[in-house]
């Protein structure tokens, strides 16, 4: 059963059983009157709404009952209709100031106890809590967004009444895709978006890339998140074949629908290891390689100094990440956030309800959120957050092989200088930078990007490379008991990101005992 589906089913059962107060939270005012019109049908009840600007009419015939199109006036106007009638609704679209004990919240409690005398009932729809004593006085509904299905629906409904005038290549298919990019928004917002690209006079497989940017524009003023700007063109990660591998075989799933399977879609990694070795970098290129927005989450930002407004905060930042999806979720050196519920940080536990909202939203919410979350200090990495089933996979990043180190600079080179160096010169750097890390190659080729720059490509030569290179003092030569104690930790609970096993960068390309002949 649909979210839809069960919400007409309670809210005929509410109506049915004369419930005094109704209130619906909901954005979608004109969804929620179009469900209740099938569903008072065949109640043969009558049924006021009350909306700015149309006044009070009959929610079925439309037919004007009260020519005050005031809140007030359609409040005192449902309280006089209570006293002289039974079995009378009257549907409230507008009212304010009712979530808290103010005197309109009062007054409309008055009300619903005079519906509640005459088997009347009182309709709320509203984006905001009520005011306890008057909910207490009904009950409560929340409409959700479209359901796949139901946005699947609603896509095909627009489509079809264009068919046979424009161009459309999308198939089933491709409507169960788009679908599932739009879930998380309103009826209208979708159907604004389809309007869009509709007006492009047809409607092309390669439209779905535009569907998700036109989503990602909705949402682009929300705050929780922070929006990062991915050019696909200048991304690359060199090495880490066990983790693009693994995201190969995963990115179909993302999309897919796989509720027949009873398997949710892939919910994210978390990378740990060596600093400066593209864990950062590994969260831009996955959603440039998918393309998919891609949504930032500093948790530093969460704590907020009162009781309670830190998990508020990380709740409303992690529904616009709900209702954004499909989408890369980048938590950066997560375990900065998270640090006080292992520390026993003197903050009064707020460190471990972050820890527990954050870890049941991973597990429980069925959003299309593809969370990539690094770490370097696995130390402060709450033991929870290591438990199978929270992330999908556990990586380690570790120092690159010579392979890989070649492949780094060979990208770096290439866009920096705009040609390639020569394999003997290539090969001399690779040795020349044994327990580099990546962003340790980075910096030794820009700085010959730099000089290239300045005096011109002439300047480039194989003396400045090598001099470049000499000049970078790596992490794993000032503190190599920090990366072997990073590396033990991951042999023991991580997958190596490389493919190779970990540690493998310190003893590959020669042998750690030189043996006389």
Same mark, same amino acid.
């Given at each position: ?7 007409? %089913? ?38 006021? !709404? ?29 309280? =006089? ?58 009950? &409560? ?72 940017? %036109? ?71 996955? &959603? ?28 409303? &930042? ?20 998270? &640090?006080? %519920? ?12 972050? !820890?527990?909202?954050? +870890? ?33 996979? +556990? ?52 700085? !010959? ?17 090598? =001099? ?13 008991? =920090?990366?072997?104690?990073?590396? %033990? ?24 005992? =030189?043996?006389?002949?």
């Amino acid at each position: 059963m649909s979210d839809t589906t069960e919400f007409k %089913a309670t809210l005929t059962r509410y109506l049915k059983a004369r419930i005094p107060f109704i209130s619906i939270r909901s954005a979608e005012r004109s969804r929620v009157l179009d469900l209740l019109r099938e569903v008072v049908a065949p109640l043969n009840a009558p049924v006021y !709404v009350h909306t700015l600007s149309q006044g009070t009419r009959e929610l079925v015939g439309g037919r004007s009952v009260n020519e005050d199109r005031s809140v007030t006036g359609a409040v005192d106007f449902a309280s =006089q209709q209570f006293a002289q009638r039974q079995n009378l609704s009257c549907v409230l679209t507008e009212v304010s100031d009712i979530e808290d004990d103010t005197a309109s919240a009062r007054h409309l409690l008055d009300v619903v106890m005079l519906a509640a005398e005459h088997s009347g009932v009182v309709v709320v729809i509203t984006t905001k809590p009520v005011w306890g004593q008057l909910q207490r006085a009904g009950m &409560a509904l929340t409409l959700s967004a479209p359901s796949e299905d139901e946005m699947q629906a609603i896509i095909r409904e627009n489509l079809d009444a264009y068919r046979g005038h424009f161009p459309i290549e999308w198939d089933a298919d491709d409507e169960r895709r788009a679908a599932a990019i739009l879930a998380g928004i309103s009826r209208i917002e979708a159907e604004n978006i389809i309007a869009t690209l509709l007006a492009n006079g047809r409607i092309t497989k390669a439209d779905m890339v535009e569907l998700m940017h %036109a989503k990602d524009r909705i949402f682009a003023d929300i705050s929780g998140i922070e929006r990062v700007s991915v050019r696909g063109t200048e991304l690359s990660v060199g090495g880490l074949g066990g983790l693009k591998a693994w995201l190969d075989k995963e990115r179909p799933l993302l999309t897919a629908d796989l509720r027949e399977r009873g398997i949710r879609p892939p919910r994210g990694v978390l990378l740990v290891g060596v600093p400066g070795c593209g864990k950062s970098l590994s969260a831009k290129a996955i &959603a440039a390689s998918w393309s998919l927005p891609l949504y930032r989450l500093d948790l530093s930002t969460i704590h907020g100094q009162y009781l309670g407004q830190s998990e508020s905060r990380l709740k409303d &930042a992690l529904a616009t990440a709900d209702h954004v999806s499909p989408c890369i979720l980048w938590i950066d050196e997560i375990e900065k956030g998270l &640090a006080g %519920a292992t520390s026993g940080a003197g903050d009064g536990g707020t460190s471990t309800r972050l !820890v527990g909202q954050f +870890l049941y939203w991973l597990q429980e919410a069925r959003a299309r959120v593809f969370v990539v979350a690094t770490a370097n200090d696995v130390s402060k990495l709450p033991p929870e957050l290591l438990r199978r089933g929270r992330f999908d996979e +556990l990586f380690f990043v570790d120092l690159p092989t010579p392979v890989e180190r070649r492949e780094i600079i060979d990208i770096y080179v290439k866009r920096g200088l705009k040609q390639e160096q020569p394999s003997e010169l290539m090969d001399e750097l690779v040795e020349a930078s044994d327990g580099f890390a990546g962003s340790d190659l980075e910096a030794a080729v820009r700085e !010959v990007v730099k000089e290239a720059y300045l005096n011109g490509d002439a300047a480039v030569t194989p003396d400045l490379f090598r =001099q470049s290179f000499r000049n970078v003092v790596p992490l794993s030569k000032t503190a190599p008991e =920090q990366i072997e104690s990073i590396r %033990a930790w991951g042999r023991e609970r991580a997958v190596p990101a490389s493919g190779h096993p970990i540690g493998m960068a310190a003893t590959q390309g020669r042998p750690r005992r =030189q043996v006389l002949g």
